[in-house]
């Protein structure tokens, strides 16, 4: 074991630096009139190739809340976090033959002008303000704190603020270039992260191997991992009964079973993959082939995120069980589950530890340049064109944007600076989860109704927005308070300070159940007839036979991987 950086590792880190510096400044040198054309700035139109699209999805997707938030589940609760990954997959699939059509279809830049076009500019502004609020306040501060956090424990000492300062500079440059900028050097990031994150992972299952005396082998490691952590290997966890210990009860609030599948994986999914400024931007100006392809390519590579961010946490698990990570524990007595991650790396040669941290720096920084640059869109598309300057120019909005993206960035060290908003204490992967899932029932239903419902009427879409946002906070907070832990609609259970809770998938998804009967039924005492309603033509989610070859393969897989750890 070794901590801090040798000079082959810092050596390592810095041509990783160069690299995607040099090959973003060449991207944007390709086109130097990108900057008089808004809809190029924004959506690089045209320009992103399958490929990149896939890998810049990829790229803003994961970041330090996966490699430690999901490490960390994965030492705590093993395969079973694998559900977020492979059912994001599958609905991949669904956004690539269903929402994108339609999407491309109205010629969008944006979510909000997709909610205007559809139902009313009263419900676009709403959402235009909040979807600001919560990128800003929840998303870019939680990565960027849980991002200085991460490598300042890999770098020794304290040095968070500039890393913190660091990674915002880093961001920042690759943003003002634009979406086209970003969409391409995201392929280099997503080849670290996946470089990096692999070899980590092969280390993982190396130490295991070593730790039961099988030698150096990562075949031999990951049987002999699974033989001993058997209990981290299943999907599906059985509800809890009147003798389940506490553990396993903890397990299930948080991936209650069978139950979760039934709605709050899909809501909670639909939300970030369909209904996100932040991932639908990146195919949002390409033809529907493209994009249907980058997205499917998405999906394939979501197969393979668990053994990239879960699958060092279970070594973790092992290895602390058989003894392996007793330095970990020297301050506390205890392992933290969110230290999992760092703790593998520290047994990391020199060069690959330069590579690891450079895998994680371009998951935060790819975040963090996706989060920003739609926050500039939203901002300079649906408000400050629309209710500022509806006769800006071309050259004024792409301003306008970059001053965003500067303002936006500065916000979030402001409120990352000190943590005032409270990260450390609810935990960065729990704090976004928190926030976002209160709003997603809401959003899902609002989206999925307006596309395949023609009646949908506005009123009910804003209802449906407020309904969906109420009913998350009364089931999680206030419902077994109200009718019981125990009725036709859920099963509570005693969380880890005694109190009855519901699982919160399962809140999820009767939030979304209830919200979408407000709506049909608003809807219905509306006019028979919606002028807004979407015309849906014939043949238009047809896919052709490359395409839905990749969506068998993806499934197959996913049926594969399910059979195999059930």
Not at 333 to 340: E, I, M, W
Request: hydrophobic share 55%.
């Amino acid at each position: 074991m070794q901590n801090g950086l040798t000079v082959l590792d810092l050596l390592v880190f810095l041509f990783y630096l160069l690299g995607v510096s040099g090959y973003g400044y060449y991207i944007y040198k390709r086109k130097q009139n990108a900057q008089l054309d808004s809809k190029d700035y924004f959506l690089a139109e045209g320009s992103l190739t399958w490929w990149a699209i896939g890998a810049s999805m990829i790229a803003s997707n994961i970041s330090a809340e996966q490699f430690i938030g999901m490490s960390g589940s994965g030492f705590s609760v093993g395969v079973a976090v694998a559900a977020y990954e492979w059912v994001a997959a599958i609905v991949l699939i669904f956004v690539a033959v269903f929402f994108m059509p339609i999407y491309l279809k109205q010629k969008i830049y944006t979510m909000p002008q997709f909610l205007e076009q559809r139902y009313n500019s009263t419900l676009s502004l709403i959402m235009s303000i909040f979807w600001l609020f919560l990128y800003v306040a929840v998303n870019l501060t939680a990565i960027l704190y849980l991002g200085a956090l991460a490598l300042n424990n890999i770098v020794g000492g304290d040095s968070f603020h500039v890393i913190l300062v660091a990674l915002a500079v880093f961001a920042v440059v690759i943003t003002l270039g634009g979406m086209k900028v970003v969409g391409y050097t995201d392929v280099i990031q997503v080849t670290v992260l996946l470089i990096g994150g692999l070899a980590t992972s092969y280390l993982a299952l190396t130490l295991v191997s070593e730790k039961f005396g099988l030698g150096h082998d990562v075949i031999a490691g990951f049987q002999a991992m699974m033989r001993d952590g058997n209990d981290h290997f299943h999907m599906i966890f059985p509800k809890p009964t009147a003798g389940t210990p506490q553990v396993e009860i903890n397990k299930y609030l948080a991936l209650p079973g069978l139950a979760m599948y039934a709605a709050g994986q899909w809501v909670a999914n639909l939300n970030y993959w369909g209904c996100n400024q932040y991932i639908t931007q990146r195919a949002l100006g390409a033809d529907l082939k493209t994009a249907r392809t980058g997205i499917l390519f998405a999906a394939m590579l979501k197969l393979l995120m668990p053994v990239v961010v879960m699958l060092p946490g279970i070594a973790a698990y092992v290895l602390h069980k058989n003894g392996g990570l007793q330095a970990e524990m020297a301050s506390t007595g205890t392992f933290n589950p969110d230290n999992a991650y760092s703790a593998i790396l520290t047994f990391l040669p020199n060069g690959l530890k330069g590579l690891s941290m450079a895998a994680l720096t371009a998951a935060i920084v790819a975040s963090l340049a996706g989060k920003v640059n739609s926050i500039s869109t939203i901002f300079t598309l649906d408000i400050y064109q629309r209710y500022l300057n509806k006769d800006a120019t071309e050259k004024k909005l792409v301003w306008v944007g970059r001053v965003t993206v500067l303002a936006a960035m500065a916000l979030a060290i402001v409120l990352t600076w000190k943590d005032l908003l409270g990260i450390s204490g609810a935990g960065g992967f729990t704090y976004i989860q928190k926030y976002t899932g209160f709003i997603s029932p809401g959003i899902v239903a609002v989206f999925v109704l307006g596309m395949f419902w023609k009646r949908t009427t506005g009123t009910a879409a804003i209802a449906g927005i407020l309904a969906g946002f109420l009913l998350s906070v009364f089931f999680n907070n206030y419902a077994v308070a109200v009718f019981g832990p125990e009725n036709l609609l859920w099963s509570a259970f005693p969380n880890a300070e005694g109190v009855y809770e519901i699982p919160f998938l399962i809140c999820m998804g009767w939030a979304f159940f209830f919200t979408v009967v407000l709506m049909v039924t608003l809807s219905l005492l509306g006019p028979a007839t919606n002028p807004k309603g979407l015309e849906l033509e014939p043949g238009m989610f047809k896919v052709n036979p490359q395409t839905l070859t990749l969506i068998v393969v993806v499934l197959l897989l996913i049926m594969a991987l399910y059979v195999k750890f059930w």
